[in-house]
């Protein structure tokens, strides 16, 4: 597999605030495209596609607060808006 993402995927130094990271298309896939800027914190899990898929049947996603009512298949508690505003605090503080 000839694909940088998977042989350099670290690009941002663990001691300073991350710069840049690799973008990925709607599907969780990498592009081979680096973006010079901060991931939006966002639940995804890049993997390679599968070699072959047996129908398109979705997965039932599972709660997000193991039973503890935050979270139902009405209503999905979402907490990364909450994780980009203190991101956005954290670098305002840092200038």
């Not at 001691?15 to 840049?20: H, N, V």
Request: with cysteine.
């Amino acid at each position: 597999m000839d694909n940088a993402f998977f042989e350099h995927p670290i690009l941002n130094s663990p001691y300073e605030c991350p710069q840049r990271h690799w973008e990925l298309d709607a599907d969780g896939q990498p592009t081979e495209r680096i973006v010079e800027s901060r991931r939006l914190a966002e639940f995804i899990t890049p993997i390679p596609k599968p070699k072959k898929r047996k129908g398109s049947a979705k997965q039932k996603k599972l709660g997000f607060d193991e039973g503890h009512g935050l979270s139902t298949e009405q209503q999905e508690y979402d907490p990364t808006p909450i994780i980009n505003e203190v991101r956005g605090h954290v670098d305002r503080w840092r200038a």
